[in-house]
C-alpha cells in the first residue's frame, strides 16, 4: 500500500473552488513551434542575457538573501520608463498576479468583476477566487469589446472593470472616445483597468494611452507586462500605474517578495533595451499582416489584430483545427466552445510559413 492510497477525503476545501477550472496555459509539445502563449521567439538580447548573468554572479551568490520587496530599482526604472512618479506604480510576479490583486483589494464576497467575453481567461478564475462574481459581456459580431453594452451592465455590486486592448484572444482595440464615454459613464468608485499587455503592437492610432488616463482619472489603472514585448515571460514580471491609494491597496495583498531578485534585475536591463527590442516588434507588425492576408485569401475569417497573435472565430471546429496544426508540428491555443475559437502567436517568418501551411491543408 502506497501511502496515498491510505488517505481519506476528510479536507473541506472551499466549496466555490468546486466548478473552478485551473488555468490552461499554452503547450509545449517537443519538437514542434509553439504558436500557443503570445511569447516573442526572438533570442533573448545580448545585454539583457549579460544583465541576468551579471545579477546572479559565477557563484550564484545572494541567492540566500530575499529581494528587495518594494524593487525600488525596478520601479525607478519603471518611473523612467512610463513618465509617472514611482508612487504611482507596483510591480508584480507576472501582471496575472497583479489581475489576482486587483480582485481581492476590491471585491467582497459577491461583488462582480466585469469583462467581455471572450477576454483574457484568468480573469474569470481570479474572481471566482476570490468569492467574486463575473460579469461576462458579449463581444460585437466584430469581435470587439461592446463598451455601451458594459457601461449598462453596471450594478451597485460592481466593483471592476477589466478593458483588454488590445483584447486577448480576438486583437481588437477600443478607441480613445469610446473609452471615454464609458469612463464617463462608470460610477467613479469603480476601478477601471486597462490591460495593456499588447500595447506594444498596437500600431491604431486612435487606440487610448492607459497610462494618461491612469494619471489623470483615480479610478483607472493601466496593467501592463514585460512577458511580451519585453521577452521576460519565464522571469514573471508585470506593473500597474494608478492613483497611489489603488497602489497601496495593491501591496497589501501581494504576497511578500513577489519578484525575485533575478527578475528585478533583468526587467531592468529589458526596459533599457527597449530601442533594440522596437525592429523585432515592427517585424511582429509586418508579420501579423502578411499572416492576416494570407489567412484571408484562403477563406478564414480573421479580426484586424492589433496585438502579436490573430483570431481565428472557428467556434466549435477550435479543437479540431488545432489537432490538424499539430499533426503538422504547429501548436496552437484553441478555446473550444461556443465563443471558441484559435488563438495564433504571430512567430518567426519561417514558423509563420509553416503555421499559414497547416492552416491551408485545413479542410474549413
Ligand atoms: N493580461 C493579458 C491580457 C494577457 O494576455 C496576459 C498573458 N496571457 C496577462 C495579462 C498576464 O501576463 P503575465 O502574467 O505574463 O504578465
Same mark, same amino acid.
Given at each position: 500500500r502506497t501511502r496515498s492510497s491510505r488517505l481519506t477525503m476528510t479536507v473541506q476545501i472551499? =466549496? #466555490?473552488?468546486?466548478s473552478l477550472p485551473a488555468y490552461a496555459p499554452g503547450r509545449t509539445v517537443p519538437g514542434a513551434i509553439k504558436l #500557443?502563449?503570445?511569447?516573442? @521567439?526572438? =533570442? &533573448?538580447l545580448p545585454a539583457v542575457s549579460a544583465a541576468i548573468l551579471g545579477a546572479i554572479g559565477a557563484d550564484a551568490s545572494g541567492i540566500n538573501r530575499y529581494p528587495d520587496n518594494g524593487a525600488q530599482a525596478l520601479i525607478a526604472a519603471l518611473s523612467t520608463h512610463v513618465g509617472v512618479? =514611482? @508612487?504611482?506604480i507596483i510591480a508584480g510576479c507576472g501582471s496575472v498576479a497583479l489581475c489576482q490583486q486587483l480582485v481581492q483589494a476590491t471585491c467582497s464576497e459577491g461583488d462582480e468583476v466585469m469583462f467581455g467575453? !471572450?477576454?483574457? %481567461? #484568468?480573469y474569470p478564475i481570479v474572481t471566482q477566487i476570490a468569492g467574486a462574481v463575473s460579469r461576462r459581456v458579449p463581444v460585437t #459580431?466584430?469581435?470587439?469589446?461592446?463598451l455601451p453594452a458594459m457601461a449598462a451592465a453596471v &450594478?451597485? !455590486? &460592481?466593483r471592476l472593470i477589466y478593458i483588454c486592448t488590445p483584447n486577448n484572444p480576438t486583437g481588437t482595440v477600443v478607441h480613445q472616445q469610446e473609452l471615454l464615454a464609458f469612463l464617463d459613464a462608470v460610477p467613479e468608485n469603480v476601478l477601471v483597468v486597462?490591460?495593456?499587455?499588447?500595447? %506594444?503592437f498596437d500600431t491604431d492610432p486612435?487606440? =487610448?494611452d492607459g497610462v494618461a488616463l491612469a494619471t489623470s482619472r483615480p479610478n483607472v489603472l493601466s496593467l501592463r507586462t514585460l512577458s511580451k514585448a519585453y521577452q521576460l515571460a519565464g522571469l514573471r514580471v508585470g506593473y500597474a500605474v494608478g492613483d497611489p491609494a489603488v497602489i497601496t491597496a495593491l501591496a497589501k495583498v501581494a504576497i511578500p517578495f513577489a519578484v525575485n531578485s533575478l527578475a528585478q534585475q533583468a526587467a531592468i536591463a529589458a526596459l533599457g533595451a527597449r530601442d533594440e527590442l522596437k525592429p523585432r516588434w515592427q517585424q511582429v507588425i509586418s508579420e501579423r499582416s502578411r499572416v492576416t492576408d494570407a489567412l484571408r485569401a484562403a477563406g478564414y475569417e480573421v479580426p484586424t489584430s492589433q496585438a502579436n497573435f490573430v483570431w481565428l472565430p472557428? !467556434?466549435? !471546429?477550435a479543437a479540431a483545427f488545432a489537432a490538424h496544426t499539430e499533426a503538422n508540428k504547429v501548436i496552437v491555443r484553441p478555446f473550444s466552445d461556443a465563443t471558441g475559437g484559435v488563438r495564433v502567436t504571430i512567430g518567426s517568418p519561417a514558423e509563420n510559413d509553416a503555421f499559414l501551411d497547416a492552416a491551408r491543408s485545413f479542410a474549413l
Open positions: 472551499r =466549496p #466555490a473552488l468546486d #500557443a502563449s503570445n511569447e516573442l @521567439s526572438f =533570442p &533573448t512618479d =514611482p @508612487s504611482h467575453w !471572450r477576454s483574457f %481567461e #484568468a #459580431a466584430q469581435h470587439a469589446l461592446d &450594478t451597485p !455590486r &460592481t486597462v490591460d495593456e499587455a499588447y500595447g %506594444e486612435d487606440s =487610448p472557428l !467556434r466549435e !471546429r
